[in-house]
């Protein structure tokens, strides 16, 4: 990709009160996937989750893996707790991504 002054050519740059309320506004529409969000607001989907992500505390593109036994304490319970109900809405978009694929193929089935 050809760089300008360092920076990817066709890179977008997003002020910091942009990203927070992009983030504050998936997490306040239950049900609403990260790709909804961002085409509501015309950003591409793997930005949104990476501003989510690090809003998480979490580096792009890793995955958080379960606390071990020996890490667990007051507040790595909350850690814990929270990093759970991450990997829930997680698994919640992906089921709903395929129960909506498998009404779409059922329906592409039907003759």
């Given at each position: 990709?050809?760089?300008e002054n360092g920076?990817?050519?066709g890179m977008k740059h997003y002020p910091a009160e942009f990203k927070a309320d992009a983030v504050a506004l998936y997490r306040s529409r239950p049900g609403a996937t990260i790709k909804s969000v961002?085409?509501?607001?015309?950003?591409?989907?793997?930005?949104?989750?990476?501003?989510?992500?690090?809003?998480?505390g979490r580096r792009p593109g890793v995955r958080s893996e379960p606390l071990s036994a020996a890490q667990v304490g007051g507040d790595d319970?909350?850690?814990?707790?929270?990093?759970a109900r991450r990997r829930i809405r997680e698994l919640e978009e992906e089921r709903d991504i395929l129960r909506k694929a498998a009404r779409y193929f059922a329906t592409e089935t039907r003759w």
């Amino acid at each position: 990709m050809v760089q300008e002054n360092g920076v990817p050519v066709g890179m977008k740059h997003y002020p910091a009160e942009f990203k927070a309320d992009a983030v504050a506004l998936y997490r306040s529409r239950p049900g609403a996937t990260i790709k909804s969000v961002a085409a509501d607001l015309g950003v591409n989907t793997e930005t949104l989750r990476n501003w989510t992500r690090a809003v998480d505390g979490r580096r792009p593109g890793v995955r958080s893996e379960p606390l071990s036994a020996a890490q667990v304490g007051g507040d790595d319970v909350q850690a814990e707790l929270a990093a759970a109900r991450r990997r829930i809405r997680e698994l919640e978009e992906e089921r709903d991504i395929l129960r909506k694929a498998a009404r779409y193929f059922a329906t592409e089935t039907r003759w």
